[in-house]
DNA sequence: GTGGTCTAGACCACG
DNA sequence: GTGGTCTAGACCACA
């Protein structure tokens, strides 16, 4: 749905798994502001995962700001969270090592 | 001072290259949460520059939340502005074209 | 204009009076985040005292996270210290004597 | 224990009772910095319900930095999280219908 | 339909 | 012992 692939073998908790790939799509901009999410449901049967842990991950982002939700309506993207792409490069050239990198 | 250094000739106006570099090492970790930046006079002298400049990139910093200020007291780096690696080499991924990045 | 009143006979400072009657509007809710506090100049003159006893009470304010000033404009409530009048009256009944609520 | 008593009837969720309940002893001083919140296996019996029901009540808690914790060991108080009686009273004067308060 | 809450289990890593 | 995570159900209120 979201192209998410989860580790089961990963360190990382599932529910962080699913909360940094939704992040991802939206300060890419894939997600845009209120796009909805899909339903805690509909992601959770898609990942073959408790509906919990999906609801887990999205109050990871209602707590950051990055999703807002209202009563029974879906989980939508909120606004002005998106990076710009030439900030973002500028970004990973001071902070990522240089192997991840190609040169200039 | 912060490893600052300009270029006269790019097409990026000086302050926008100061709030580059800044933002870069707050989200970066090398400035951290409640670090006091450089007094505006005291980075203006250090660069050469006018003082109004690095005031317009301050600005730019506070309008965006990377940065506080308090009254009478030093600018200082916001909190929860840092970005963990492995978050930013994740995001690089999905948004950033395959020829700037190196294989993994 | 915040419907302050100075006792000038008590044996609170003034600035401590200010301080606590621009808290008790925040934290009741009737200053809201990002309400600008009216600068220290106009209150200094509503209120006939001197611009640095307001702005005494104003730093008190900063130190406490109450408030917070962006360089160049207005000083502003800041966010996330509104307190629920269900949570006060709750807190009120475990932390005050009793002689000073009523029975419920 | 901690002299908590939930109602199964009220609008207000489990989780946010027992949240509220912690808050105001922590505020009021009865349960002071790096006291030892009990386990969220001993309070869950102790009140009958489950104990992710308990933990989602620490977890908001320290969401607000209200207490802290740390791997395999308690989660205990946090630091300058009381609040002065006076200040405390003086803002359900302002804050609180009459009707509550006592004359003075 | 949606999210919000709750249960009674389970296994993990940390100390 | 502690908290962290996860599951597979359930019932609720809202729209």
Redesign the pocket.
């Known amino acids: 749905m979201l192209g998410i692939e989860l580790e089961r073998e990963s360190e990382q908790?599932?529910?962080?798994q699913i909360y940094q790939k939704l992040k991802e799509q939206i300060m890419s901009g894939k997600l845009k502001s209120n796009d909805a999410?899909p339903?805690?449901?509909?992601l959770s049967k898609d990942l073959g995962?408790?509906?919990?842990?999906v609801?887990?991950a999205?109050?990871m982002l209602i707590a950051e700001g990055f999703v807002i939700?209202?009563?029974?309506?879906?989980?939508r993207v909120a606004e002005g969270v998106y990076m710009e792409q030439s900030d973002l490069f500028a970004l990973c050239k001071t902070s990522l090592p240089k192997r991840m990198l190609k040169a200039d």
Do not use: M
Request: hydrophobic residues 15%; positive net charge; glycine residues 8%.
């Open positions: 908790p599932l529910k962080r999410l339903s805690t449901r509909e995962i408790s509906r919990n842990t609801g887990e999205y109050e939700n209202r009563q029974g309506s879906a989980t």
